[in-house]
């Protein structure tokens, strides 16, 4: 079971954000295992994440998987933290893993060498079952970004386009 979590934080919007909603609470749920923070209740700033960042990032990774065995997502907020993922035709094997970031890596890599000092767990989901809820909660928040934001905004046009490529 693959479930995407994300809640924006509406109290920390300011008028002049070139993205408002870009902030709040993203999860990734792989069975038993899951990455990120989400809370129902309440709204700590401390565990907050850009959600448009994470949504962006496996959107990407999940194009490039179609040509590329190997792609990694770097944890920009997390210094050793990636979350790696390998992929054939029927499944996509995701794993939490440590090591160092090499300077100039970006956040979505593909042709990086890393050695991993750990990995703290690995799960195996349907590739269509990944870009299912990839494309549906990443269009829920796009629907939210629309709210929040004029629709000529360039970072929700390059979502959109990213989740089409997918679909």
């Known amino acids: 079971m693959i479930k995407f979590k ?11 954000d070139e993205l408002k909603g870009e902030y709040g609470y993203f999860q990734l749920c792989l069975g038993d295992k899951t ?3 989400y809370r129902e209740d309440v709204e700590l700033d401390i565990l907050s ?17 179609e040509n590329n065995n190997v792609v990694y997502i770097s944890d920009v907020e997390t210094p050793e933290v990636w979350i790696k993922m390998m992929a054939n035709k ?13 300077e100039g890596s970006h956040s979505v890599e593909t042709d990086i060498n890393l050695e991993e000092k750990n990995r703290t767990w690995e799960k ?6 990944f870009q299912r809820e990839l494309v549906l909660k990443g269009e829920q928040y796009l629907s939210e970004l629309k709210k929040l934001n004029s629709g000529t905004n360039e970072y ?11 679909k």
């Open 6 to 16: 994300f809640k924006i934080f509406t109290s920390y919007i300011e008028d002049d």
């Open 35 to 37: 990455y990120g923070e």
């Open 49 to 65: 994440m850009n959600i448009y960042d994470w949504f962006s990032n496996f959107a990407q990774a999940c194009i490039l998987l």
């Open 90 to 102: 029927e499944n996509i094997q995701i794993s939490e893993i440590y090591a160092d970031k090499p």
């Open 124 to 129: 195996t989901v349907k590739v269509l079952d």
């Open 156 to 166: 929700i046009q390059k979502l959109e386009m990213q989740l089409k490529e997918i």
